[in-house]
């Protein structure tokens, strides 16, 4: 395997489909595509064409593009042949590409990965682009297209060339301290500066559960005493029947997870095992993963029959809600009363999970960091900002903190030092993109 092999893989979606994209990429694209039509159309035209295979006989009729090298997706040669969608179809024209020699079917996100390598985009533009394609929610769409359309770069480069210029002007501080002509207070400016950035790195940080609860849902937990109609709420707001329903307490023993789609954002709801003391050994470690899942949550919703009293529980994000109110004349249990029976309280219930989510995951259109891989270089960009602004700090030790600074950032966007990080990134990318 070579990063000089021309790359082909099928684009599209899963087949039969209208439309089927090959993408060819690297330098035999182009010949491929003449030896295959029997011309080599104007770069970035859409022409139809008759696919044929090595021996003349027709493939498919076709609409065919081809892309001039550094004028591409990858910055190589690149052809796309789209193609009826039918598996016969597909499949022939796969294998008549790789019939051609120095041809080889693309590793998963190799594509982008060339594009990367060529500098059509840094990382954090490559990782959008694979959260572009995982989005299933507005929000993810939203915080995906900031990254891919390079807004992050942009963010991360502009703090990395002030933090490298300030660096420059407190060496020249250094190396010409004892001329007079370069006024050590050149440096005040720069001060200014580096304080400057420290706070906008910290405000971007502080919005990292938000691209994090954004990206990967909101958790909500449902708990409370076996039997409090934990299960019934979950199918209730999955409106299909997910959990197991019974009148025998104890019924649920596994964390079950639902994903919803509240107003454009992921929200995750997880039905648990009840809470009781046990001798059954596996309704034991149910319990167990109940508090697991309480713990891991955003928001827990607390259980308990309406007109009981409501058991007191350990979270500070927990919201006590009187179930089975159909059952309760006591009227006790106020705003949260529900009924999955009559579905009392179902419709509020979800316009308040919809506030605590919007509450926490606003910003969707702002640029957030959105993978612990980049809350982890942003981190230590923002711990050695630190450092260099302590008092009495010498200048030779800030300098250094300064360039750990914006070597941090250098990670993130992948201008750095991250040769061994590609295959981890990119392997996780479908095959074709
Ligand atoms: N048919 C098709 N549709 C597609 C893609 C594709 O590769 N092929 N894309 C794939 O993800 C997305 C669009 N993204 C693209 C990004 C850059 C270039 C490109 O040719 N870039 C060149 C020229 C830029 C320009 O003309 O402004 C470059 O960056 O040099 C193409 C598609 C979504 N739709
Ligand atoms: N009348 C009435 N019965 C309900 C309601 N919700 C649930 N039930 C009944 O209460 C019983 C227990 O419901 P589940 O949803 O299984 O309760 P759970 O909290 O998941 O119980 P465990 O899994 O054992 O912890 C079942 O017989 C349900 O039909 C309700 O709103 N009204
Ligand atoms: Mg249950």
């Given at each position: 395997m070579s990063a000089s092999d021309t790359i082909f893989a099928l684009s599209s979606g899963s087949l039969p489909a209208g439309i089927a994209v090959v993408r060819i990429s690297?330098?035999?694209?182009?010949?491929?595509?003449?030896?295959?039509?029997?011309?080599?159309?104007?770069?970035?035209?859409?022409e139809l064409a008759l696919l044929r295979d090595w021996d003349g006989s027709m493939l498919d009729q076709a609409l065919v593009f081809r892309f001039a090298e550094g004028a591409s997706f990858t910055g190589e040669p690149l052809v796309e042949l789209h193609c009826h969608g039918g598996s016969?179809?597909?499949?022939?024209?796969?294998?008549?590409?790789?019939?051609?020699?120095?041809?080889?079917?693309?590793?998963?996100?190799?594509?982008?990965?060339?594009?990367?390598?060529?500098?059509?985009m840094d990382l954090t533009a490559a990782e959008g682009v694979a959260d572009l394609i995982s989005a299933e929610t507005e929000a993810q769409r939203r915080l995906a297209l900031t990254s891919a359309s390079g807004a992050q770069e942009a963010l991360y480069s502009g703090w990395r060339a002030a933090l490298i210029e300030a660096r420059?002007?407190?060496?020249?501080?250094?190396?010409?301290?004892?001329?007079?002509?370069?006024?050590?207070?050149?440096?005040e400016q720069v001060w200014d500066r580096v304080r400057d950035i420290k706070v906008s790195v910290e405000t971007h940080l502080a919005g990292a559960r938000t691209g994090e609860i954004i990206r990967q849902g909101f958790r909500v937990a449902l708990v409370g005493a076996p039997n409090a109609g934990k299960s019934s709420l979950l199918n209730a707001l999955a409106k299909r029947n997910v959990a197991i329903v019974s009148p025998v307490a104890?019924?649920?023993?596994?964390?079950?997870?639902?994903?919803?789609?509240?107003?454009?954002?992921?929200?995750?709801?997880?039905?648990?095992?009840?809470l009781r003391e046990t001798d059954d050994v596996v309704e034991r470690l149910g319990v167990e993963r109940s508090y697991e899942a309480l713990a891991a949550a955003d928001l827990v919703l607390h259980l308990h029959p309406a007109g009981?009293?409501?058991p007191s529980l350990e979270a500070p994000n927990a919201v006590a809600i009187a179930s089975k109110a159909d059952l309760d004349a006591s009227g006790k249990g106020g705003a949260h009363r529900i009924s999955t029976v009559t579905g009392e309280g179902l419709?509020?219930?979800?316009?308040?999970?919809?506030?605590?989510?919007?509450?926490?995951a606003s910003g969707a259109g702002q640029v957030l960091p959105v993978r612990?891989?980049?809350?982890?270089?942003?981190?230590?960009?923002?711990?050695?900002?630190?450092?260099?602004?302590?008092?009495?700090?010498?200048?030779?030790?800030?300098?250094?903190?300064l360039r750990q600074a914006a070597d941090a950032l250098g990670c993130v966007t992948g201008a750095i030092g991250v040769e061994d990080l590609l295959d981890h990134i990119f392997s996780r990318f479908c095959i074709g993109k």
């Open positions: 690297g330098e035999a694209a182009p010949s491929i595509l003449q030896a295959m039509i029997g011309r080599l159309p104007e770069v970035r035209h859409a016969a179809v597909v499949q022939a024209v796969l294998n008549a590409v790789a019939a051609h020699p120095g041809t080889r079917p693309a590793d998963a996100g190799e594509f982008t990965r060339r594009a990367f390598i060529n500098g059509k420059a002007l407190i060496e020249a501080d250094l190396d010409f301290a004892d001329e007079a002509d370069v006024p050590g207070s050149v440096a104890g019924t649920t023993r596994d964390v079950i997870e639902v994903a919803l789609d509240l107003n454009g954002l992921k929200v995750i709801v997880s039905d648990t095992a009840g009981w009293t409501h419709d509020e219930l979800v316009q308040l999970l919809g506030e605590q989510v919007q509450s926490r612990s891989r980049q809350v982890h270089h942003i981190e230590n960009c923002a711990a050695a900002l630190q450092r260099a602004l302590r008092d009495g700090m010498p200048l030779e030790l800030c300098a250094e903190e």
